[in-house]
């Protein structure tokens, strides 16, 4: 195995999983197939439900057999997965620890905010911005930009150069 290489999660749904995360990562511009629809659509429930820190592990497992009939194996599965998925790694496994902490923080200082208890806003601020410092910054994917130009049939009708271009067009707009 190379030294960077992610670990791969231990379940049938391994097949799947480099074709969810490679989807998350292109912001669905990957097509997904209708069974790798169905597991992001658990993994997503699992995470959220992890998340929310309101239930035990079995609770998640329970919870995703109820909503979408699945077994308990494969509940259990899913919720590895998401794990898996929705931190990549072992190594960042801390960063999804610290986002699901970073989400409990926010939902206490809205709680404090509606009780009007500012002093304790004024804490948990301190403590979000303490977890805010820790979680790393995510790198911006790098896309190509696409420009698209817009000619007047006018100008597309013959071989022109640019500057002959730019006059028609600025005749046909109105900007002699």
């Known amino acids: 195995m190379q030294e960077n290489a992610l670990p791969v999660p231990k379940s049938d749904n391994w097949k799947h ?20 629809s169905e597991i992001l659509t658990r993994i997503t ?3 959220e439900l992890i998340r929310e820190g309101r239930y035990l592990r079995g609770e998640v497992r329970n919870l ?7 077994s308990r194996e494969t509940a259990q599965r899913d919720i590895a997965d998401a794990e898996f998925i929705y931190a990549s790694s072992v190594p960042l496994n801390k960063q999804y620890r610290i986002g699901v902490r970073i989400d409990k923080v926010e939902q206490f200082i809205r709680e404090a905010q509606e009780k009007d208890d ?13 977890y805010l ?3 790393p910054d995510v790198k911006q994917s790098k896309r190509p930009q696409v420009l698209v130009f817009n000619m007047p049939e006018s100008i597309t009708e013959e071989t022109i150069d640019l500057t002959k271009a730019v006059e028609i067009g600025k005749k046909e707009i109105g900007h002699d």
């Open 17 to 36: 999983v480099d074709s969810i995360i490679a989807y998350l990562a292109s912001d669905g511009a990957i097509k997904l197939t209708h069974t790798e």
């Open 45 to 47: 429930f699992a995470d």
């Open 64 to 70: 995703i057999m109820q909503r979408f009939g699945v």
């Open 118 to 130: 500012y002093e304790l806003v004024a804490k948990f601020e301190t403590i979000l911005a303490k």
């Open 133 to 135: 410092e820790m979680y």
